[in-house]
């Protein structure tokens, strides 16, 4: 294992004192640079960047050159796990993610595979670039999408308000939704192992539309998947992220992770008895960044007050919004790296 020269996040992860609480932001590596919307802009599109490893590895630097941030995240998508399984999708300017196929029937499954750990090999490469680019200064955050979230993705075809058609399918064809979710499972083991073998640090699983389900439908639907994936990564922390699951807490503190990922809905004195056990990451909420610089620190310095400083990493409550001020984003690192 490499030296990590700031491990500030690994320690948090796994439990042990930190002088302060680590801080990078969910989907800091992208749209809120200028430089990354200029290199973005000469491409033929955002899979090219995905796809190009010299390129992945470059605009994940930038958090950690412009922001100082605690972690790099590896540039990526979590649409690339459909897409090695065969079901190819398109990012369309302005618009999102859609898939031009979709899976419905039995049959559709019997065109899809399991992917092996070499199928997503663009964003394994990149990792390996990234590793030797950070030079062990902090730690490389690897990830995939939870199996819930790409089955919707898979079956809606896109992003959706409602998820319906996704959901439909859970209450109409159980044992359709149980097969892929399984294929999607042991795709995304495969995945994480290659990118752990690759040089990442810590995983984070993204459950984006965890809140979409009823609780019972996250018992049967999520947590089992979640928990085989959990079980399977053992050589490095893993955070789970369910965006909206404050249903499902219970079951969370569960799951073999150290870190548990909370939105901006959630109380953190709540969740301090909830998961006495786990380290939490989170949650203010991405648009108080769009508030004055000195409300922003403030609202930054509350946050860490609730946590405390130990098994905390500072984040925010969902992915950064691609038109965030800089000089706000700054703040809400500043103030915490300030926080020692
Ligand atoms: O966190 C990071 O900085 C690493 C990169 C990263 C991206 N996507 C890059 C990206 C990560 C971790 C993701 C995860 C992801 N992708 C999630 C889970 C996190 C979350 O926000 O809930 C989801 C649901 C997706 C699917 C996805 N990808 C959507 C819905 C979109 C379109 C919406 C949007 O943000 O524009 C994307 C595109 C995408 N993925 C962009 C980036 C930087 C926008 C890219 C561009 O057009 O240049």
């Not at 999102?96 to 992917?115: A, E, H, W, Y």
Request: proline share 5%; net charge neutral.
């Amino acid at each position: 294992m490499t030296n990590i020269k700031n491990d500030l996040l690994l320690r948090a992860a796994r439990g042990e004192k930190v002088e302060r609480a680590p801080v990078w932001l969910m989907r800091q590596a992208g749209r809120i640079f200028p430089q990354y919307r200029k290199l973005r802009a000469s491409l033929s599109g955002f899979k090219e960047l995905v796809e190009t490893p010299e390129l992945a590895c470059e605009v994940s630097m930038h958090p950690v050159d412009e922001l100082g941030v605690d972690a790099a995240i590896i540039f990526s998508d979590i649409l690339v796990i459909p897409e090695a399984m065969g079901l190819a999708y398109e990012m369309v300017e302005k618009k999102g993610p859609n898939f031009p196929k979709t899976v419905q029937t039995s049959k559709d499954l019997d065109n899809l595979i399991v992917s092996d750990g070499e199928a997503v090999h663009y964003t394994t490469d990149a990792i390996k670039l990234l590793k030797k680019e950070l030079n062990g200064k902090v730690p490389l955050i690897g990830f995939a999408g939870a199996p819930w979230t790409i089955f919707a993705y898979m079956v809606e075809g896109g992003g959706s308000k409602t998820f319906s058609k996704a959901r439909r399918k859970l209450y109409q064809d159980r044992e359709f939704s149980m097969r892929l979710l399984d294929m999607i499972t042991d795709s995304t083991i495969n995945y994480l192992k290659a990118q752990v073998a690759a040089g990442a640090d810590l995983i984070q699983v993204f459950d984006s539309w965890a809140g979409m389900l009823t609780p019972v439908q996250y018992k049967h639907y999520a947590i089992p998947y979640l928990d085989k994936i959990c079980n399977a990564i053992n050589e490095v922390p893993v955070t789970v992220f369910s965006k909206g699951a404050y249903f499902a807490l219970e079951d969370m503190n569960g799951l073999n992770c150290q870190t548990i990922g909370v939105d901006w809905n959630m109380n953190p004195k709540e969740l301090r008895k909830i998961f006495p056990d786990k380290t939490l990451q989170g949650n203010l909420d991405p648009c108080q960044l769009y508030a004055s610089v000195s409300e922003v620190k403030e609202a930054t310095k509350e946050m860490l007050s609730v946590f405390g400083t130990q098994r905390h990493i500072a984040n925010l409550g969902h992915g950064v919004y691609p038109d965030t001020p800089l000089d706000s984003v700054r703040a809400f690192v500043d103030t915490v790296k300030e926080s020692a």
